[in-house]
């Protein structure tokens, strides 16, 4: 599958690599070519999620918050906590929790690494970076860029469509991109906020959602032409 987006976290100076094991398929950035250690940890993070899979089944599928299980793998945990904060299912959380279980993996061999999965990406940096927004048909699509300081990182930026991918979504939102410190946080999140958005009339209801919700840091809502956001945003328009 192309990726097009790839390439669109603007970060200069590091080595640019791919990794794919089964489903899980990694554009990563950091100070050198770190494929072995990255596909070692995605093994790990596959096999403690496939593994508790074929326990409960049910945990593939249900759409609702799982029960928390301290004894489940260290990112089922994560993945657990991150849908009942949002109030979805666990697996709504697999790719932000998968992006960080490997971005922050990789920190013990690079200083600054950048994780992306499917559109959910971990950012560890010294500098700020910059985030292209892609919504499908919205004019807005790639027109504009979130800034991510370094002062708020290591963070992890999510996104949900409902007119774009093949992630399950209620809502009709191009993209909802949520920033938070937890990768299952921001992932379920986006999930649960782009689940709201019926039509433009709901991002003020969403935008009210997401300040409820304590570990969001930022979140930006685009509906075709109309954009909300909160928290620490920063836009830059991109050339």
């Not at 496939?50 to 994560?78: G, K, S």
């Not at 299912?89 to 920190?107: D, R, S, T």
């Amino acid at each position: 599958m192309q990726r097009k987006y790839r390439g669109l976290v603007q970060g200069q100076g590091l080595v640019h690599f791919n990794v794919s094991v089964k489903q899980t398929d990694l554009w990563i950035a950091a100070e050198s070519r770190l494929e072995r250690e990255a596909r070692d940890l995605a093994l790990s993070a596959r096999q403690q999620v496939e593994t508790y899979i074929a326990q409960h089944p049910l945990f593939l599928t249900t759409l609702v918050p799982w029960e928390d299980d301290p004894f489940a793998p260290p990112i089922v945990r994560q993945m657990i906590q991150g849908g009942r904060r949002a109030g979805v299912g666990p697996m709504a959380a697999v790719a932000g929790a998968i992006a960080q279980w490997v971005g922050e993996g990789l920190l013990r061999q690079s200083a600054e690494v950048v994780v992306e999965n499917g559109g959910d990406i971990f950012l560890a940096s010294k500098r700020s970076l910059t985030v292209a927004l892609l919504a499908g048909q919205s004019p807005l699509s790639g027109k504009l860029g979130l800034v991510i300081p370094e002062s708020i990182m290591p963070v992890s930026v999510c996104s949900s469509s409902g007119t774009i991918g093949h992630s399950l979504s209620e809502g009709r939102a191009d993209v909802v991109t949520v920033v938070a410190r937890s990768g299952s946080v921001a992932d379920a999140a986006a999930t649960a906020l782009g689940n709201m958005v019926k039509g433009a009339k709901e991002l003020r209801e969403v935008v009210e959602r997401a300040k409820a919700m304590e570990e969001i840091l930022g979140v930006v809502i685009i509906h075709h032409e109309t954009l909300a956001t909160w928290g620490q945003v920063e836009l830059r328009a991109l050339s």
